[in-house]
């Protein structure tokens, strides 16, 4: 399979061929670099026998550095223009790639996995990033790993540490479940066509123990009000929830404000609102 991937011929040059652009409705900035794309792989660990769920390959940068790890590619793309260049890519790859033409936001991950463990690694559409990785964090599909490039912004929210200006309810949800690193950097210059921002690689690793479902819905309503009002006291900001007397119960604080709380903290106040009557 590695002779048959080297001869396909170079990025650009099949987009050409068929006559495709990046969409701006569809967040695409194309990565042409295998320089780059091989080194997202690394970072992902990924190599001969895992399973890798790819959302929005695109023509197909990074698929092509992940099935030179000998890794299984699920690629899920929703724009239906890349499905010949992507099966010319499959057929390459004697089989390890398998295309499904789904929105990557309503899909079932489990169910294209056959319900077996897989990392998700992806160049992550703009305009979807964020709303997938809650998705992978807090549903009923649990990623091995999850090694993603987002805008730089949101990369770093995503790693964010209490006290910090980039914190905020991202960072407790993604640190909730996983262990997040940013792990690379990568200019706009890399991308055709430019993005307006710099872009990073982060790299999840859930942790061993997943909080329960109700914990982390609990969580979720915790976060959404007390940084939905940041800069208020969380006597004031939690005050539908409980105010003061919640607060009280979880031994945090009144007069903390949200960016000063960490996980321990934030899990404290989802434990004492799941214990109201």
């Known amino acids: 399979m590695q002779d048959t991937l ?12 068929h006559g495709l652009i990046a969409k701006k409705s569809f967040g695409q900035h194309f990565l042409f670099d295998l320089n780059i794309t091989r080194k997202i792989a690394r970072l992902a660990g990924v190599g001969a026998g895992d399973v890798v769920i790819e959302v929005g390959p ?15 590619v699920i690629a899920v793309e929703k724009d239906p223009r890349f499905q ?13 790639l398998t295309l499904r033409l789904a929105d990557a936001l309503i899909v079932d991950e489990a169910a294209l996995t056959d319900g077996r463990p897989a990392a998700v690694v ?47 309810r991202l960072a407790v949800i993604a640190q909730a479940v996983a262990r997040a690193e940013l792990v690379m950097d990568v200019p706009a210059r890399a991308f055709t066509p430019p993005p307006k921002v710099a872009s ?7 942790h061993a123990e997943r909080p329960a479902q109700p914990r982390l819905e609990a969580l979720q309503t915790i976060t959404q009000a007390a940084f939905g009002q940041r800069r208020k006291m969380l006597r004031s900001s939690l005050k539908g929830l409980g105010g003061e007397a919640l607060c009280a119960a ?27 009557p």
């Open 6 to 17: 080297q001869t396909l011929p170079p990025l650009r040059d099949s987009l050409e061929a």
């Open 200 to 206: 990073a690689v982060v790299h999840l690793i859930p």
């Open 122 to 168: 992806s160049n992550l559409p703009y305009n979807v990033g964020t709303p997938l990785l809650i998705k992978w964090l807090t549903g009923g599909f649990t990623p091995t790993s999850m090694t993603l490039m987002f805008q730089k912004e949101v990369a770093e929210r995503i790693v964010a540490a209490p006290g910090s200006e980039a914190y905020g």
């Open 58 to 72: 695109g023509p197909g940068g990074l698929t092509r550095a992940l099935l030179e790890t000998g890794a299984q």
């Open 250 to 276: 979880a031994g945090v604080p009144p007069e903390a404000r949200a960016e000063t709380i960490d996980n321990a903290g934030f899990f404290a106040l989802a434990d004492a609102l799941l214990r109201k």
């Open 84 to 96: 010949p260049l992507l099966e010319e890519l499959g057929q390459a790859a004697d089989g390890a």
